[in-house]
């Protein structure tokens, strides 16, 4: 594996040793070792063309435990802010020496262009590109749901996933849905119709238009963020509106299977898709996801840099 | 393909690694047995119940995966990551010993100790290998051994354990030259 | 009998007959059988078709402006290469083709070219903004005699402006030629709107926006007895339209372009802008409605939209990048490919798609005639059984967008005669011709 591009890349296999090997990761810099010599005098870039805090500082402190040298290429401030192409940012890279590139970019594709081009030659990361994919995410979210729901299973057969919100613009649940059903998952969107994409019914997931009738059927309640531009976008009448029919709060939160689990990849609106009670409780594992994101990003850097296919076998 | 070690010579080479190690250390008090997985780990699982069973008591014994500090992994596919546990009485102050089946290049003992230096930092470091073939590229012995195999580097050794392979034996593969 | 200019011998008609072609001057004298004279020039045309000269309906040549992407001279020669004898200049240039002043300068640089005819496109609306009418009446008469409309790559949305502008071109026999694109329903769009960009993430175009336009225009057209033509169709819907319309003895012709007889949307699946063009890459059910049509005629001819663009402009993110596609001298292989190999069309349909019937929407007198004594000799010589390998490296025109790049292709255009002149001669662009 060169390039982590989009989840429909990965093979079940693959996906499964990618969480399998973050949570080696995970016990290994939980305990003592704050810091592993694997990845030293490898040179990883952040570019990040759009902002996104999180997702940056979560790659950054992973390629740093693995002892990586890390540059951050972010939009303000740096030439991508004015007007410089990604063709002319990636030779500059090249010729930097980075081994591997975590892009972020409001384009859908623009991780696959860089990789698909000659530009450059070092492995490809992608950190959510426009409304397409974000393939870390939906792996950490996957490890969160494994982790406490997996019943000590590497996949995740038998469970079923809410994927509730604005999937039409979501790149999370569009990875999501693709790893989920990898994994054997169950996944239902739940969206008004005008935040779904026209084509959905070729995904591996059903679709409701109706929260009530979805939520006590499932283990995870996966939210995604609305954007405030979707407002003014006629896609519902207000926030108001759509809080009560697409909100998570208290009293849906009531209906819930025993057990079943909130999540949420941030950052969220409290009050208009989660009230702040739910994102509180104690079903609530969004702390938790962005705690799994170091480890898992740690995995991917490891079977990026390392080189070939993932391996079974110690020695 | 000779077979060096049968599943006897095995038996008695890691009872007596059990006595040498006692008698070095002084009994079992403060000893931590890491097995580097796999197959070192199986051993070092025995050697511990070998020493219990001569000593009476539970003896410190865990696994050091040590994948994540290889100086190699720009060169090869990346490889699965074992665990590491570290027995509750942790490795301060304490007499470990590395238990691995083969000792060869020293590469791997050398991603062992790096791997041991972030957990902690014991007594002394001791190591324990069922087999050296010889060929050092760095400078490490190991304190116990179970056989000295005299080998060619473009031989082989195989090592197979009841709890993985079914039996045990260590042979050679390939022509000396 | 004395010696003529120029013989093609041996050469397949549209209709299928073999006969000999004598060219004098600007004219055909003679089609005969066996042409037993001396001739200055003969073209061997053993196994060849010859096709009447092909005209394009829809062209970007991007002079004046964008001379870097394409200049009357370099589109002349592109489409010279590809069998063409006569354009069609699109207006959205640089300044807009809006006034007699801009069509004059087109019409005079592809004078000045001399390879071919190009025939200017007047904007439909000032500064193709879609809001008032421009200098309709100054660009028809002017020297560039303009008789087809068009704010293409805009939309004319705004109802009223499309009803005026169908009506004021009826004074001297114009053709509105509509970009049907809603621009509401298309904001932001990169693709077609179906599975293909759902798994993409990229922001749909929706047949809907094209077909809500198509369907409002022959309406207008009907209802004001005025002459559309649709540019561009690229769905099953929108041929439907079409052929509802043209059962109700509506006057509206369509056109379809190579492309999307044979792309479809699931290319953008590279990301990779070579595909992205406006109207965008359809399905396959599309494309196959698309073919179907052009064979019974409901869609009447194949216009290129040959739309060139700077490297810089396709070498970044899909998003980012511009819309359109390299055409002009792929075009003839592209429809021998899926139409006539197909067994889907002859060669005389070909010939009628091609160049009888647009020039005859464009009311291009010179061009578009049947291969027969006295027509001006405008002609393509065809071998419709060499393949050849598309080289963006090797192409004529000054951008090399083609989606082309390593296909082998049917069919390659030898000979490119217009008006009595080779401006191809086996292959080779001949300035100045062969006189």
């Known amino acids: 594996m060169r390039h982590l591009l989009s989840i429909a890349d990965l093979s079940k296999i693959e996906a499964i040793s990618i969480l399998d090997t973050a949570n080696e990761l995970a016990r290994v810099s939980d305990g003592a070792v704050k810091k592993l010599p694997t990845l030293r005098g490898r040179t990883i ?15 950054e402190a992973a390629a740093k435990r693995l002892s990586a040298d890390v540059i951050n290429f972010s939009a303000k401030g740096s030439s991508v802010s004015k007007g410089e192409s990604l063709k002319d940012t990636a030779m500059t890279l090249q010729a930097m020496g980075a081994d591997a590139v975590v892009i972020r970019h409001s384009a859908s594709g623009a991780a696959q262009r860089l990789a698909d081009s000659q530009w450059m030659s070092g492995s490809v990361v992608n950190a959510g590109d426009g409304t397409h994919e974000h393939p870390s995410q939906a792996l950490l979210d996957a490890f969160t749901i494994r982790k406490h729901l997996g019943l000590g299973k590497s996949d995740l057969e038998g469970l079923s996933v809410a994927i509730v919100g604005d999937v039409l613009h979501s790149r999370v649940a569009r990875s999501n849905v693709l790893l989920l059903a990898k994994l054997g998952a169950k996944v239902t969107l739940v969206a008004p119709p005008t935040l779904l994409p026209v084509g959905v019914e070729s995904w591996p997931a059903s679709v409701s238009y109706d929260f009530d ?47 079943a689990i909130v999540m949420h990849p941030g950052p969220m609106n409290r009050g208009l898709e989660i ?24 995995a991917i850097l490891y079977v990026l840099l390392t080189g070939g296919s993932l391996e079974a076998g110690g020695n | 393909m000779s077979v060096a070690l049968s599943a006897p010579d095995i038996k008695r080479a890691l009872t007596r690694i059990s006595h040498e190690i006692l008698e070095k250390n002084q009994g079992a008090s403060s000893i931590v047995l890491l097995g580097i997985p796999t197959r070192g780990a199986h051993l070092a699982q025995r050697i511990a119940s070998i020493i219990s069973e001569i000593e009476g008591v539970e003896i410190s014994c865990g696994t050091l995966d040590i994948t994540l500090f290889r100086d190699d992994l720009r060169l090869r596919a990346p490889k699965a990551i074992m665990p590491t546990t570290i027995p509750p009485s942790g490795v301060e102050n304490r007499d470990v010993i590395l238990v691995d089946d083969v000792l060869f290049s020293g590469r791997t003992i ?64 390939g022509e000396a030259n | 009998m004395s010696t003529v200019d120029l013989v093609i011998k041996g050469a397949q008609l549209p209709d299928g007959k073999t006969a000999d072609i ?65 354009l069609s ?70 109802p009223l402006v499309m009803r005026r502008a169908l009506e004021y071109i009826k004074k001297f026999g114009g053709v509105i030629a509509q970009h049907a694109q809603d621009p509401r329903m298309t904001i932001g769009s990169q693709m077609n709107e179906g599975e293909v960009s759902a798994r993409l993430g990229l922001k749909g175009w929706p047949a809907v926006a094209e077909e809500a336009i198509i369907a409002r225009d022959v309406l207008l057209a009907d209802h004001v007895q005025s002459r559309l033509h649709i540019c561009h ?24 372009t190579p492309h999307h007889l044979l792309l479809t949307d699931d290319l953008a699946s590279s990301y990779d802008p070579i595909f992205k063009v406006n109207p965008p890459l359809r399905t396959e059910s599309d494309v196959h409605a698309l073919r179907e049509a052009l064979a019974d005629g ?82 393509v010589v065809i071998n419709p059984t060499k393949m050849w390998r598309v080289d963006r490296d090797l192409v004529l025109s000054n951008s090399s967008n083609t989606p082309y790049h390593g296909h082998e292709l049917p069919g390659v255009v030898e000979h490119t005669i217009f008006k009595g002149t080779q401006t191809l001669i086996n292959g080779q662009i001949s300035q100045g011709g062969g006189k």
Not at chain 1, 45 to 54: C, I, P
Not at chain 1, 275 to 298: H, K, L, P, Y
Not at chain 2, 153 to 164: F, G, P, T, W
């Open chain 3, 22 to 86: 004598c060219i004098q001057g600007e004219s055909i004298i003679d089609v005969t059988a066996s042409f037993k004279g001396e001739s200055v020039t003969t073209i061997d045309a053993k196994g060849c078709v010859v096709l009447p000269g092909l005209v394009d309906l829809h062209t970007h040549l991007r002079e004046p402006g964008r001379e870097d992407a394409e200049t009357v001279l370099s589109g002349s020669k592109a489409g010279a290469k590809g069998g063409f004898t006569a």
């Open chain 3, 298 to 379: 409901t869609i009447d001819i194949v216009a290129t939209d040959h739309a060139p663009h700077p490297l810089e402009a396709k070498e970044c993110e899909w998003q980012e990048a511009a819309f359109g596609m390299l055409g002009l001298e792929t075009a003839l292989s592209i429809v021998q490919m899926t139409m006539v190999n197909s067994g889907l069309m002859s060669w005389q349909q070909v010939a009628e798609r091609m160049s009888h019937k647009p020039a005859s929407i464009g009311g291009y007198e010179h061009q578009g005639q049947r291969i027969e004594k006295g027509s001006f000799a405008n002609l």
């Open chain 1, 275 to 298: 009230s702040a009670e739910v994102a509180d409780s104690s079903r609530s594992v969004i702390t938790e996801q962005v705690t799994n994101g170091v480890s898992v990003r740690m």
């Open chain 3, 233 to 256: 169709l690229t769905t099953a819907g929108g041929v439907e339209i079409i052929r509802w319309a043209k059962a109700r003895g509506i006057n509206v012709t369509a056109e379809v």
């Open chain 3, 89 to 158: 200049a699109m207006a959205n240039t640089s300044p807009v083709a809006d006034t007699a002043g801009v069509v004059e300068q087109v019409y005079r640089l592809g004078q000045e070219a001399g390879l071919l005819d190009v025939f200017p496109i007047g904007a439909v609306t000032q500064g193709l903004k879609g809001e008032t009418l421009s200098e309709i009446g100054a660009m028809a008469d002017s020297v560039a005699r303009v008789r087809v409309f068009s704010d293409d790559g805009n939309c004319v949305s705004d």
């Open chain 1, 213 to 259: 009738s979805v939520i006590p059927f499932v283990d995870v309640v996966m939210m995604l963020r609305v954007q405030q531009e979707r407002m003014t976008e006629m896609y519902f009448p207000n926030a108001r509106e759509y809080s009560r029919y697409f909100g998570l709060n208290s009293d849906r939160m009531k209906s819930m299977k025993p057990g």
């Open chain 2, 110 to 173: 050398r991603s062992a100790l790096d791997a041991l230096g972030e957990i902690g930092r014991p007594r002394t470091v001791q190591l324990a290998a069922l087999v050296d073939r010889g060929h050092r590229e760095l400078p490490i012995k190991a304190d116990f051994v179970g056989k000295n195999l005299p080998t060619s580097k473009s031989q082989s050794v195989r090592v197979l354990l009841s709890e993985i392979d079914g039996r045990d034996e260590v042979s050679i593969e």
């Open chain 1, 45 to 59: 870039v952040n570019l990040f063309a759009e902002d996104s805090t999180r997702t940056r500082i979560s790659f």
